[in-house]
C-alpha cells in the first residue's frame, strides 16, 4: 500500500546543484520520520540525511552545509537539495521512511523507494 517514488537525480559538474523529491502513498503518510539514504556499488549504505515529523533534521557529516532537507505535508513530499555537490557524492539514492530511530547513524527504515541516480563529474 506505502509507495515512495523518488526523483529529481541526474548529471550534474562538481560545485552543481540537484533537488531531488521523494514523493509518498499510502496509508501512513505523514511519517513520523523520513529519510535519505545514498549507496555506491560494493560500499555500505549511507545515511545522507534524516527529517522527524516535527521538524529536526540530521545529516552526515559528509554533507552538512552542503545539503538540506524539507519536507512538504501537502505535497507528501520531502526533498533533499544537494548543493556543492562533489563526485564523492555520486551515488544512487533512496528515500525511506518509518524508523523509530530517526537518525542517519541507523535505524531500520521501513519502506523504501527505489532509488534514483545521482552523478557528479569532475
Known amino acids: 500500500q506505502v509507495r515512495l517514488v523518488e526523483s529529481g537525480g541526474g548529471s550534474v559538474q562538481t560545485g552543481g546543484s540537484l533537488r531531488l523529491s521523494c514523493s509518498a502513498s499510502?496509508?501512513?503518510?505523514?511519517?513520523?520520520?523520513m529519510a535519505w539514504f545514498r549507496q555506491v556499488p560494493g560500499k555500505e549504505r549511507e545515511g545522507v540525511a534524516a527529517i522527524h515529523r516535527n521538524g529536526t533534521t540530521n545529516f552526515a557529516d559528509s554533507v552538512k552545509g552542503r545539503f538540506t532537507i524539507s519536507k512538504d505535508n501537502a505535497k507528501n513530499r520531502v526533498d533533499l537539495q544537494m548543493n556543492i555537490l562533489r563526485p564523492e557524492d555520486t551515488a544512487v539514492y533512496f528515500c525511506?521512511?518509518?524508523?523509530?530511530?530517526?537518525?542517519?547513524?541507523?535505524?531500520?527504515?521501513?519502506?523504501w523507494g527505489q532509488g534514483t541516480q545521482v552523478t557528479v563529474s569532475s
Open positions: 499510502g496509508d501512513t503518510y505523514p511519517f513520523y520520520c
Open positions: 525511506a521512511a518509518e524508523s523509530a530511530y530517526c537518525s542517519v547513524k541507523g535505524g531500520l527504515f521501513i519502506y
